[in-house]
């Protein structure tokens, strides 16, 4: 991975979009200190951040139950029980996460990393283990929490219709060698909803997507 | 009740074996399981048997107490400090390798006859079975909950508390269940060899050197008996508290 520039605004929702393998993972881990690198990443020192992972059954911890596991350091008692009920989580408080199927479970993990308060979430393709339909219903729970919430989201994928969806901002990046090959604005009003995945305005986006990689 | 029916199953094929077995050989000390049978219920009136059982669990159970406060801790260490461990392997896998009953002069020369050299074997050898344990399960924690742990800037306390032992918990675990059976060989063979006055292993010598052959078989399927039901108990309550393992 060479000559990567990347500006992340405040409060802005970005999508990483690229083929498998293209180092978008990679990338992620970088930003967010979790793998060392040899660059210059220019940041507010302290900073603090967040992960959603996209194996949700090693990132959640199975001796927790639901409500333990998004409180995990900050007892912060009010905002978990206001998450749980966004996200419709409040029935399962007391399960445990291999008694929840993937999608839920998905859900718990994004429960976890808004509550961490954190500048910045970055969410690593959280729902390609997840079904077709799940991961259309999370993808709008998201949506809605972060039209909500207004977080700094840095968000990994390699659907192109959720990358666009979801997004202030696309950045489309090359595989081999990893390289950002463009940007693309996404000026869709919000809220947004499946609807617009036919729309002319969606579709164009798209295709100039698609033109880039 | 399922599992009943099982056990009845088991036991009656291992009478009609042991039967067989006495049809076979003829010989005077192979006594029939009515015989040993007798021999049960002979002690079980007998003053010294409880005493005997009651001796040989808290032997066993003080050396495993023992075992589990050095080798947890040990093991904890040793296993976020790999580069430490690397240092004491080799003093660790050959001391581990030396099957204890063979350092009994040892034992009696450091501890004497008391009870301390029959509980000295069992941390020698559980210690180093819970402690390797315990250092694999630290060292396969998964990579993303310490991540995890590392971005909620837990604390190093919190972390190994929250996350590091209760990943490790199975692989303790089941450095515990070894640890019960060696525990149970190492007290009644060290009561075999330094002699004791109360002890299953002392009774069963006895047994032996006065000929009460069926007392003694009974005996042996007391320690039996013991073993299974101990193990099934620690089975039993390690599935409820490590609900998660496996799923």
Same mark, same amino acid.
């Given at each position: 991975?060479k000559?990567?520039n990347?500006?992340?605004?405040?409060?802005?929702?970005?999508?990483?979009?690229?083929?498998?393998?293209?180092?978008?993972?990679?990338?992620?881990?970088?930003?967010?200190? $979790?793998?060392?690198?040899?660059?210059?990443i220019?940041k507010?020192?302290?900073?603090?951040?967040?992960f959603?992972?996209q194996?949700?059954?090693?990132?959640?911890?199975p001796?927790?139950?639901v409500?333990?596991?998004?409180?995990?350091?900050?007892?912060?008692?009010?905002?978990?029980?206001?998450?749980?009920?966004?996200l419709?989580?409040? !029935?399962?408080?007391? /399960?445990?996460?291999?008694?929840?199927?993937?999608?839920?479970?998905?859900?718990?993990?994004i429960?976890?990393?808004?509550?961490?308060?954190?500048?910045?979430? /970055? $969410?690593?393709e959280?729902?390609?283990?997840?079904?077709?339909?799940?991961?259309r219903?999370?993808?709008?729970?998201?949506m809605?929490?972060?039209?909500? !919430?207004?977080?700094?989201?840095?968000?990994?994928?390699?659907?192109?219709?959720?990358?666009i969806? $979801?997004a202030?901002?696309?950045?489309?990046l090359?595989?081999?060698?990893?390289?950002?090959?463009?940007?693309?604005?996404v000026?869709?009003?919000?809220?947004r909803?499946?609807? $617009?995945?036919?729309?002319?305005?969606?579709?164009?986006?798209?295709?100039?997507?698609?033109?880039?990689? | 009740? #399922?599992?009943?029916? #099982?056990?009845?199953?088991?036991?009656?094929?291992?009478?009609?074996? +042991?039967?067989i077995?006495?049809?076979?050989?003829?010989?005077?000390?192979?006594?029939?399981?009515?015989?040993i049978?007798?021999g049960?219920?002979?002690?079980l @009136?007998?003053?010294?048997?409880?005493?005997?059982?009651?001796?040989t669990?808290i032997?066993m159970?003080?050396?495993?107490?023992?075992?589990?406060?050095?080798?947890?801790?040990?093991?904890?260490?040793?296993?976020?400090? =790999?580069?430490?461990?690397?240092?004491f392997?080799?003093?660790?896998?050959?001391?581990?390798?030396?099957?204890?009953?063979?350092?009994f002069p040892?034992?009696?020369?450091?501890?004497?006859?008391g009870?301390?050299?029959?509980?000295?074997p069992?941390?020698?050898?559980?210690?180093?079975?819970?402690?390797?344990?315990?250092?694999?399960g630290?060292?396969?924690?998964k990579?993303?909950?310490l991540?995890?742990?590392?971005?909620f800037?837990?604390?190093?306390?919190?972390?190994?508390?929250?996350?590091?032992?209760?990943?490790?918990l199975p692989?303790?675990?089941a450095?515990?269940?070894?640890?019960?059976?060696?525990?149970l060989?190492?007290?009644?063979?060290?009561?075999m060899?330094?002699?004791t006055k109360? =002890?299953?292993?002392q #009774?069963?010598?006895?047994?032996?050197l006065l000929? @009460?052959?069926?007392?003694?078989?009974?005996?042996?399927i007391?320690? =039996?008996?013991? =073993?299974?039901?101990?193990?099934n108990?620690?089975?039993?309550?390690?599935?409820?508290?490590?609900h +998660?393992?496996?799923?």
């Open positions: 991975m000559d990567i990347l500006k992340i605004n405040k409060n802005e929702f970005i999508t990483i979009f690229g083929p498998n393998g293209c180092g978008k993972s990679t990338l992620l881990n970088i930003i967010s200190g $979790l793998e060392t690198y040899n660059g210059l220019k507010d020192e302290n900073l603090k951040f967040s959603v992972f194996n949700y059954s090693e990132s959640l911890l001796w927790k139950n409500y333990d596991n998004i409180n995990l350091n900050c007892v912060n008692n009010t905002k978990a029980l206001d998450l749980l009920k966004t419709g989580l409040v !029935e399962y408080e007391n /399960f445990y996460p291999y008694q929840l199927s993937g999608g839920l479970q998905q859900k718990v993990a429960a976890r990393a808004f509550l961490n308060n954190p500048n910045i979430i /970055f $969410l690593d959280p729902f390609s283990s997840l079904d077709y339909s799940t991961s219903t999370l993808m709008l729970e998201l809605n929490l972060w039209e909500r !919430e207004r977080k700094t989201v840095v968000f990994v994928s390699h659907d192109i219709d959720e990358a969806m $979801l202030d901002r696309v950045i489309i090359s595989n081999k060698p990893s390289k950002i090959k463009g940007e693309i604005r000026n869709l009003p919000r809220p909803n499946l609807k $617009l995945l036919n729309d002319n305005k969606f579709l164009r986006i798209k295709n100039k997507v698609l033109k880039l990689i | 009740m #399922r599992k009943l029916y #099982r056990i009845i199953f088991g036991i009656i094929i291992l009478i009609f074996i +042991w039967e077995i006495v049809l076979l050989s003829g010989s005077i000390f192979l006594p029939s399981s009515f015989e049978g007798k049960f219920v002979k002690l @009136d007998n003053i010294y048997f409880y005493s005997d059982i009651g001796a669990l032997r159970f003080l050396g495993l107490i023992i075992s589990i406060l050095i080798g947890i801790p040990l093991g904890l260490f040793f296993g976020y400090y =790999g580069r430490i461990y690397l240092l392997e080799f003093i660790i896998d050959f001391l581990r390798s030396i099957p204890p009953p063979t350092l040892l034992f009696m020369l450091i501890f004497g006859i009870n301390v050299s029959k509980i000295a069992v941390v020698f050898m559980c210690t180093f079975f819970i402690l390797i344990n315990t250092m694999y630290v060292k396969n924690v990579d993303i909950r991540k995890t742990g590392k971005l800037r837990l604390s190093k306390f919190s972390l190994v508390k929250n996350i590091i032992i209760p990943e490790a692989y303790i675990a450095g515990l269940r070894i640890s019960i059976s060696l525990s060989i190492l007290s009644i063979v060290f009561e060899f330094v002699g109360y =002890g299953i292993g #009774r069963i010598i006895n047994f032996q000929y @009460d052959i069926p007392e003694m078989y009974a005996m042996i007391v320690a =039996g008996l013991f =073993g299974y039901i101990v193990n108990v620690f089975v039993y309550y390690e599935k409820k508290t490590i +998660w393992s496996g799923k």
